[in-house]
């Protein structure tokens, strides 16, 4: 199972629909200063379930909708859906026979937030399930985010062995 693509509208920085793809098993996000890396990286942690504001460098879950900018209105509300390859059938459950599997997320201003599975309405904790035993999920060592590597290159051998176990 891989990320075959991302699909943003109204979240952080990406004010204008907007689709990434990514053609193979290991990408990068790569690019200057301000371009919208980290907020590549807090879309695909947001639809994935990620509860906490913090985690995603805002105050509450509302900041992640586009809030306007010198030449550019706010939108009413945001939406990131990953687009999921699952050729090798790696998800288990209802969704194991599909070759591809979509999550899609929204939030609104009054900060009502909707989940939905391959277009249909669903449950946060339905995303979460979908990911068990997949080494996927908000905040699962498959996304590493900015300072990750140096906090590693730096830890003491204590803290790297805390490192290991939750990742094992």
């Known amino acids: 199972m891989r990320l075959k693509c991302i699909k943003l509208a109204g979240f952080k920085s990406f004010v204008d629909p907007t689709t990434i793809d990514f053609p193979s098993n290991l990408c990068s996000v790569v690019g ?11 879309a695909v942690r947001w ?30 509300q945001a939406s990131v859906e990953l687009v999921f390859d699952n050729h090798d059938h790696k998800l288990t459950g209802e969704y194991a026979n599909f070759d591809e599997v979509s999550i899609k997320r929204k939030v609104d201003r009054d900060a009502q ?20 035993g997949t080494g996927l999920g908000a905040r699962s060592y498959s996304i590493i985010e900015q300072g990750m590597v140096s906090r590693l290159i730096e830890s003491k051998p204590e803290e790297l062995r805390v490192f290991i176990e939750e990742a094992a």
């Open 32 to 42: 200057p200063n301000g371009c919208g890396k980290s907020n590549v990286i807090d």
């Open 113 to 132: 937030s909707t989940y939905s599975l391959n277009g249909t309405k669903c449950r946060r904790k339905d995303v979460t399930d979908i990911f068990l």
């Open 47 to 76: 639809v994935m379930g990620e509860s906490s504001a913090k985690n995603l460098r805002g105050e509450n879950m509302t900041d992640v909708i586009f809030n306007g900018s010198g030449g550019r209105k706010p939108v009413g």
